[in-house]
């Protein structure tokens, strides 16, 4: 194993942070990037980290890993080192106010100018040519601050990768996950191995998160380059990237993050970046839905805020997931599923504000349209 440390832009004088990153086999064939709490303040990952690291480490030692798996294990050391009032803030920048996982480089027609006369009828080698582009285009776009220099150093790892696992969490929930929805017929292998009760599945869904950005670039050139040159230059979605919401920010556990590693390293071995035989693929627990389908369940007054129901049950349209009661007049508000669907993750704060998302449903229709991410 290879670490090798990646100064980030200093901030100030006297102050640099860096990125350390985790390099087994070897550069050249098949290549799996894996990162933990981009919202840094979401520790499931970290601790998938730690047990994913003497797991790679053992298979290294037995020869057993074929091509390249790259781990980070703390993909924010800005958030991380983000407190205000004893409250530890991962999510957002605390100077520009950014979420961490929004707005990553989008370098994908100055790619795609720089590969064409290259490019021919073999997938494999378009892919070749186009990554090569993709690194050297969001080298050369200048960067000037911290955050953008956080941003391009995991993208520059990360971008030519075939596996790419972005390890996050929600509040309270089950394990679930996010892609675009051309990566759903590699994701369901995964999904299975790590008993993913739902994926949701959305294609472009605004701002860049670091999962789209890694895998829109496939599907976005092969639009441009098959309305502009049919049949020509076949281009496939070489990158299945993931976010995995390791289901709450307080399941930080051995008991659960121990075979979450060992999930992710069978899957690994099932799409051969480890060598011999896979363990044999569990059978689906879950299924995929459209993210404009995921309902966010709102408070529409404040009040203390109790669930009736559990992250993970099955719910059906007008089904009571919770109660506000305002402590002054005692009244007491339900607040109803809106669709037939998973109730598969909720908020941990007690007290709702007018107003507040508190939890949310995935039903199996598309019904939002816009920007379908949360803050
Ligand atoms: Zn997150």
């Known amino acids: 194993m290879q670490i090798q440390h990646h100064p980030l832009i200093s901030p100030a004088p006297g102050t640099q942070r860096e990125l350390i990153s985790l390099h087994y086999g070897k550069p050249g064939g098949k290549k799996a990037y894996i990162q933990a709490s981009l919202h840094a303040d979401e520790l499931p990952g970290m ?64 790619a ?99 999962d789209e950005a890694c895998s829109q670039v496939w599907w976005k050139w092969d639009k441009r380059f098959s309305e502009r040159f049919p049949g020509r230059f076949p281009i496939p979605q070489a990158c299945l990237a993931v976010t995995v919401e390791l289901r709450g920010a307080a399941d930080v556990e051995h008991g659960l993050a121990e075979p979450d590693a060992q999930n992710i390293i069978d899957f690994l071995n099932y799409r051969g970046l480890i060598s011999g035989p896979a363990p044999a693929m569990p059978a689906a627990v879950g299924d995929a839905r459209p993210l404009a389908g995921c309902m966010p369940i709102k408070a529409e007054t404040a009040g203390v805020l109790t669930f009736l129901r559990q992250a993970g049950e099955t719910v059906a349209a007008g089904d009571v997931l919770a109660h506000v009661i305002c402590p002054f007049s005692g009244s007491v508000t339900e607040l109803k599923s809106p669709v037939d669907g998973l109730f598969f993750a909720r908020d941990f704060v007690r007290f709702a504000t007018a107003g507040m998302r508190i939890a949310k449903v995935a039903g199996l229709q598309a019904t939002r349209t816009g920007k379908l991410l949360g803050a």
């Open 47 to 110: 601790l998938v980290a730690h047990h994913l690291r003497q797991k790679l480490q053992a298979l290294e030692d037995a020869g057993r890993i074929d091509g390249e798996i790259i781990l980070v294990p703390v993909a924010n050391p800005i958030g991380l080192s983000q407190y205000a009032l004893h409250m530890h803030l991962g999510r957002f920048e605390s100077t520009t106010g950014e979420n961490f996982n929004r707005h990553y480089p989008d370098q994908i027609e100055a």
């Open 112 to 210: 795609a100018l720089a590969a064409e006369a290259e490019l021919g009828p073999d997938a494999e080698a378009n892919v070749k040519i186009l990554r090569r582009e993709l690194v050297k285009a969001i080298t050369a776009a200048p960067v000037d601050t911290e955050l953008k220099s956080l941003r391009r150093l995991l993208m520059l790892m990360s971008c030519d990768a075939d596996i790419v696992l972005d390890l996050h969490c929600d509040a309270q929930a089950v394990m679930h996950l996010y892609t675009e929805t051309p990566c759903w017929p590699e994701c369901e292998a995964l999904s299975n191995y790590l008993g993913s009760r739902v994926t949701l599945l959305a294609q472009d869904s605004g701002d860049n998160p670091f």
